[in-house]
């Protein structure tokens, strides 16, 4: 994922959906690096699920914040 830099010129809306997606970018990047460890191999089976399905979701959520933010600036 990348980090946007709202800049002051741009308008309002934009700098929260940025900010947004750095917000999301780095729950996602800590939720990643949980399930890669050894506290989630031990979690129960459905919990691990769950949170599979929760980094998925994020995932998708950010990409399309990611693509939202690409169109500010075509």
């Given at each position: 994922?990348?980090?946007?830099?709202?800049?002051?010129?741009?308008?309002e809306y934009?700098?929260?959906?940025?900010?947004?997606?750095?917000?999301?970018?780095?729950?996602?990047?800590?939720?990643?690096?949980?399930?890669?460890?050894?506290?989630?191999?031990?979690?129960?089976?459905?919990?691990?699920?769950?949170?599979?399905?929760?980094?998925?979701?994020?995932?998708?959520?950010?990409?399309?914040?990611?693509?939202?933010?690409?169109?500010?600036?075509?």
């Open positions: 994922f990348f980090f946007f830099f709202p800049g002051s010129g741009l308008p934009h700098r929260r959906v940025m900010l947004e997606y750095n917000e999301l970018s780095d729950k996602l990047d800590k939720l990643n690096r949980f399930v890669d460890g050894t506290v989630f191999a031990a979690l129960p089976e459905d919990e691990r699920e769950l949170l599979v399905g929760q980094r998925d979701a994020m995932g998708v959520y950010a990409q399309h914040l990611h693509n939202r933010i690409a169109k500010f600036f075509e």
